[in-house]
């Protein structure tokens, strides 16, 4: 049995308890923990109940060995330097985030420790604080963000029934970024669900005019890719109609949105590399003012 801490408290922090559970001892490391010292919530539709203690950064009395940090991207750099000074030097922490940027931040802030990224297309969503949704079966992909981390430290602790391992992780965070930069700023847009955007044509202009500069970016990075931005982001429209987009999610519940590490992380790499990038700039200009 190993100590696993969980920061984060939203749907893939749960869906990650919920492999670890009953086998590993659960720290679920909140803002305000419960006056009982645990938290608990049932997965449905297994129905299974998870639980496991309820603590604050400051009530933390050992050093963590394994922490999976599950909070939003603009959260996560802040959260890791909250957490440091309780981390073993060489701890293995898995990141959960959506996007890019913050785990290539967190990777050069702590060389020492062993970082993990994980993209992941499970389906779940939390209706509330003591309920998830596993709401459609996907993959969770596993590879390494520095060259401290390897597979071997994995066994043990997270389960192999639940992953797969990729060297390559970050052209598999990079696919998954590609759809996101396509999809979900244009889903805030246009207030609209996922498989709108292929329905109107002039939505779906608008996405093949965004896709044609990540494609170019994206050839730079990853030269043997050989498949497309607006394929991917079309194959996803189709597949996830009825979603909205964790970005719209967001921007109707009242919240920050990542987009910042979607198409901000973008723009970064086009200017880093020097290719125009004006549609894609012209939304996250627009995006960022509303
Ligand atoms: O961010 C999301 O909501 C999802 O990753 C995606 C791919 C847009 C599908 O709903």
């Not at 060389?111 to 459609?136: D, M, Q, R, V, W």
């Not at 847009?189 to 498989?195: E, R």
Request: proline share 5%; hydrophobic share 40%.
């Amino acid at each position: 049995m190993h100590d696993i801490y969980i920061l984060g408290s939203g749907a893939m922090a749960s869906l990650w308890a919920s492999y670890l559970y009953p086998k590993q001892t659960l720290h679920f490391i909140q803002r305000t923990p419960s006056p009982d010292g645990l938290y608990r919530f049932t997965i449905e539709p297994q129905n299974k109940e998870i639980k496991g203690r309820s603590l604050s950064i400051q009530d933390i009395d050992t050093q963590i060995d394994y922490l999976i940090l599950a909070t939003k991207a603009y959260d996560a750099v802040d959260a890791m330097n909250s957490i440091k000074d309780k981390l073993a030097h060489n701890a293995c922490v898995l990141l959960l985030q959506n996007g890019l940027g913050s785990q290539q931040a967190i990777a050069a802030g702590f060389p020492s420790i062993k970082l993990f990224a994980c993209s992941s297309t499970e389906g779940a969503y939390k209706p509330n604080a003591n309920t998830l949704i596993h709401a459609g079966k996907g993959i969770n992909t596993i590879g390494p963000m520095n060259s401290v981390a390897s597979p071997a430290d994995l066994t043990g602790w997270l389960p192999k029934s639940h992953y797969e391992w990729r060297d390559d992780i970050d052209f598999v965070l990079w696919r998954k970024f590609m759809i996101n930069c396509a999809i979900n700023p244009l889903t805030v847009l246009y207030n609209c669900p996922n498989g709108d955007l292929i329905k109107h044509n002039d939505y779906t202009t608008h996405m093949h005019h965004l896709c044609e500069e990540i494609d170019l970016i994206t050839k730079v990075r990853f030269p043997h890719i050989n498949e497309s931005a607006f394929d991917l982001a079309h194959k996803t429209c189709e597949l996830t109609a009825k979603n909205f987009s964790s970005m719209l999610q967001d921007n109707r519940n009242g919240n920050p949105t990542e987009i910042s590490f979607m198409t901000g992380y973008l723009i970064e790499q086009a200017n880093t590399y020097n290719i125009p990038c004006p549609f894609n700039e012209a939304l996250f200009n627009t995006l960022s003012q509303a």
